[in-house]
């Protein structure tokens, strides 16, 4: 089992920045991938960023130049630096990782942007 603790969501004005992060614990397991995927009210889920165990990203289009994804492996830890936030960011922003065992998700964490 693989158990996620995110933090650093919250309420911040257009423009500004906020930095998610995810550790995951557990019994020994093989990470594939660290990222995040976020859910607004009345919209798709969308997934956000990935970085894959051989350090490769993926961003969503509509977040790539404002939002960076980076990892500490020996740390088990996935970040999410978001800057030049926009109220459309506005969404509760969930921690997902692959691992051997599964796949698995996070608590959330709310982040609003106002405008």
């Known amino acids: 089992q693989v158990q996620l603790v995110e933090s650093g969501g919250g309420l911040v004005q257009a423009g500004g920045s906020l930095r998610l992060s995810c550790t995951a614990s557990?019994?020994?397991?093989?990470?594939?991938?660290m990222g995040w995927y976020r859910q607004a009210p009345g919209k798709q889920r969308e997934s956000v960023a990935r970085?894959?165990?051989?350090?490769?990203?993926v961003y969503l289009d509509s977040v790539k130049a404002r939002f960076t994804i980076s990892r500490d492996i020996p740390k088990n830890t996935v970040y999410l630096q978001m800057n030049s936030l926009k109220p459309e960011d506005t969404a509760v922003y969930f921690c997902?990782?692959?691992?051997?065992?599964?796949?698995?998700r996070g608590q959330g964490t709310q982040v609003t942007v106002s405008s």
């Open positions: 557990g019994s020994r397991f093989r990470i594939n991938y």
């Open positions: 997902n990782v692959d691992t051997t065992y599964g796949n698995y």
């Open positions: 970085v894959y165990s051989d350090g490769g990203t």
